[in-house]
């Protein structure tokens, strides 16, 4: 143990005030203390401890842990710990910044959401892996994530799994009524309220409206829908008549079709995923994860569930946003090169494999969709490969998570009913331009 110079003082004062025993139980106490926080730790057989940082896992994480396991058989010397942090990306991006900020050597492999990888590799937070993949590995992978992991021409990250918002619908109810799936929101709305008048309690539509980033990706993907954005070649076109229409429906799905409840605007994936599987709504937008629990034996809706695009206001327009999950190394990690072997390990086409089939997290690699045996358990996994080729990112840049924090309590104040869309988008505007020209 290092001792400080001011623990040096301490110990001194202490020596004057205690008697020796005491001092040297106090004294083995601080050590235990100090030595258990530090990085560097060595598991009781001489292991390196590797600690990795991930969001909770939805539904059953004991075949992720298996397969965790899997690495340290095949790896003798390592041990991984893996810490879990909440669910929601916004508090895991805050517990990055704060520790990265600290130079905190506390984690070494960390699962980054697909906004934040420009930001961290501005900052020097994480270490370039550009050679880990060779370059035909580098093609398999989707190209929205390969972008999104790409800074100033060198890989920070490499894609674990993707995501795309899609549409749930009940099967059963739809056909029992004799509905196909709906492709615009319109058919969407007069489904809803169709089957809501015939079942008894049951919500039309559930969707993500809490203020945070999850509400983004669903706001764009109804700006996208009627041919919107937020910024088109560096401009800020966010408070165009395209977005303001899109985020008054929004708003009406809750008070003037009454499809969806008031406790969409406070809800996050979990709990309409929660809603939507123990058979309480005909629709929900959600990622891709959900599938594998509602198939789950036991699963109230069970074979009952279909997945298609999400509608749009013009035909054609159906877009995603593009969600997922990439992993990279803590620049100040004191075990980079076991870092990269995890990496490696958890990224390769069976470890991501085993993740489809067991947990739902969608392969970051194309190859994937052709595998036999996934399409076999998976059959709605082939069709997802379009939806993640065309699926959009929101804005690739450094200052992502400053245009975003401008954008969650404007979405939020709009389908809230606390201001206007057009005073919410005009305000958002504003404040994003001040952002992009500060960053200039
Ligand atoms: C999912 C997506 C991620 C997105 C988040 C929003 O985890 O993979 O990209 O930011 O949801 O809640």
Redesign the pocket.
Known sequence: MNLTPISLKLTRIMQTLLPPRRLLLILLIIAFVVIGCNNGEKADDGSTILVFKH?KIAGDPEEFIKLLKKFENENPGIKVRDETLPA???EQHQFYVINLEGKSSDFDVMSM???WVPEFAKAGWIRDLSHLPDEEEKKDFFPGPMKAVTYGGRLYAIPW???AGILYYRKDLLGKYGFSPPETWDELVKISLYIMKREKEIYGFLW?GKQ???L??NVLEYFWGNGGDVLRSGEVVIDGKENIYALKFMRDLIVKYKISPPLVTTA??EPTRHLFGNGKAVFMRN?PYAWNIFEKEGSPVKGKVGVALLPSFIEGYSAS?????QLGVNRYSRHPGEAEKLIKFLSQPESQKTLALTIGYKPSRKSLYDDAELKRAQPFVASLYEVFMKARP?PVTPYYVMITQVMQPEFSAAISGIKTPEQALESASKQIKHILKAEE
């Open positions: 969001g929601s990306t916004d959401d697909v906004i799994y993707i995501d993500q945070y980033e999850g983004v990706c996050i994936e990622w946003t593009l969600g997922g999950w929101r």
